[in-house]
């Protein structure tokens, strides 16, 4: 956060890319998950709170317009087959 915070504050940075994965070992790899689904609703919510997260600190600190910012949430998942990595993107 405080990385974000500091491109935004001395880069004029524009946009903000938040992302996830399937089978993240930070979190333990989909093992410690029972579903595709579950996981990728795992992720989804944590990415949701770095968002909000990250448009709180924007907004109060630098008075920025979260939507100035944060225009790409991303979520990357394997194909059925597992040969490709497909990306989707979240809009909330």
């Known amino acids: 956060m405080k990385g974000i915070f500091i ?5 004029s940075v524009r946009t903000i890319v ?5 089978d993240c070992s ?9 579903s595709k689904t579950v996981e990728r609703e795992f992720h989804i919510k944590q990415l949701q709170q770095a968002k909000d ?19 790409h949430i991303l979520y990357a998942h394997f194909s059925e087959d597992g040969t490709k990595v497909e990306i989707e993107r979240i809009i909330y």
């Open 26 to 34: 930070a979190y333990g790899g989909s093992k410690k998950i029972v």
């Open 53 to 71: 997260s990250i448009a709180k600190t924007l907004l109060d600190d630098l008075s920025l317009s979260e939507t100035e910012k944060i225009k």
């Open 18 to 22: 938040l992302s996830a994965h399937e």
């Open 7 to 11: 491109a935004c504050r001395s880069h």
